[in-house]
């Protein structure tokens, strides 16, 4: 079967996605922040060449409600705004604000994210009490140990909660005091039913990541910036991506970092399409799983 042309542009996606037979697309990995927070976030990247030895111009540096409107005219159906923390103190406020932006944006889920600390288990378990679908944890910008004592109660009640957690975990772009796929598969190891997205695919440890994804039933990956063009400067996939997704059918989702990408978000779609054509079992079977029903699934929608 002919696959529909790839998007060549943001304005062209909504035709991508009708030709695929969707309503939309279900994006679990996209982020908004208090205003503040969000500056100090972009004036990092601002910086990346000190940081990553390479530029990051942010895309989509636009005022708030222009950012929603524009994943509304690319054809974002619902998506997962995440928030994270990157000292103690920091996650339950964080969390509060996501639930109240998500409230006033009808295509937002609700969210909340956790910092290893002590109280953690009490605002997280209110949140997901609440009507959270998902929780953001960076473990490179947070640089806590998410093996830490005090978040086994955090992750045990994630797992029972069948809520899905979108874990930065991997080295890339740059490793963290407490990153790989090693580390966080001791989580796994300790809770194994948690329900995992490994976001970046678990950049640029992939083969690691998808032995996660083979070990642990409810571990999936995100394709958050995996297989662009930037990212492969850096972060090239292994030559046998395509066959290797097919091997793990329903446990890859869309996940694109908007806004704060250096590229437009049309160009992550290209990549998933180019992965979908490249393998005879992928086609757009692994498309509409990949773009919908999987984020669909995973955020109870």
């Known amino acids: ?13 909504p035709r991508w996605i009708a030709d695929l037979g969707l309503p939309g ?3 679990v990995h996209v982020h908004f922040l208090p205003e503040r927070v969000l500056d100090k976030v972009w004036a990092y990247f601002d910086q990346a060449r000190t940081h990553y030895g390479m530029d990051w111009p942010i895309q989509y540096r636009t005022p708030e409600p222009e950012r929603v409107a524009t994943l509304e005219k690319i054809g974002v159906l619902r998506f997962a705004p995440l928030v994270y923390p990157h000292k103690p103190g920091m996650a339950a406020w964080l969390t509060e604000w996501a639930a109240e932006f998500a409230a006033a944006t009808p295509a937002a889920v609700r969210t909340a994210t956790l910092y290893a600390e002590p109280g953690v288990e009490g605002y997280l378990g209110a949140a997901v009490e609440g009507g ?4 953001k944890v960076h473990v490179q910008v947070g ?3 998410p093996r830490d004592p005090l978040l086994d109660g955090a992750w045990g009640l994630l797992a029972e909660a069948g809520v899905p957690v979108i874990v930065h975990c991997g080295h890339g772009p740059i490793p963290g005091e407490h990153t790989g796929l090693d580390v966080f598969g001791e989580v796994l190891a ?9 976001a970046h695919a678990g950049m640029p440890d992939f ?24 990212a492969e400067a850096f972060a090239p996939l292994p030559s046998d991506w395509p066959a290797r997704l097919a091997e793990i059918p329903g446990r890859v989702v869309l996940g694109s970092d908007f806004p704060n990408i250096p590229y437009p978000y049309a ?3 290209r990549a998933i ?4 054509a490249a393998d005879d079992r992928l086609g757009e079977t692994f498309l509409r799983s990949v773009l919908h029903d999987t984020g669909t699934r995973l955020l109870s929608l």
């Open 143 to 145: 640089s806590f140990d």
């Open 267 to 269: 160009e992550q779609l």
């Open 190 to 198: 300790r809770h194994p039913r948690l329900t995992a997205v490994l």
């Open 1 to 13: 079967m002919t696959l529909p042309a790839p998007p060549t542009s943001d304005d062209d996606v």
């Open 273 to 276: 399409a180019d992965w979908a």
């Open 132 to 135: 959270a679908r998902a929780v």
């Open 207 to 230: 083969h690691a990541a998808l032995e996660l994804v083979h070990r642990y039933e409810n571990v999936h990956l995100d394709t958050t910036m995996v297989g662009t063009p930037y």
């Open 25 to 27: 697309l279900v994006d």
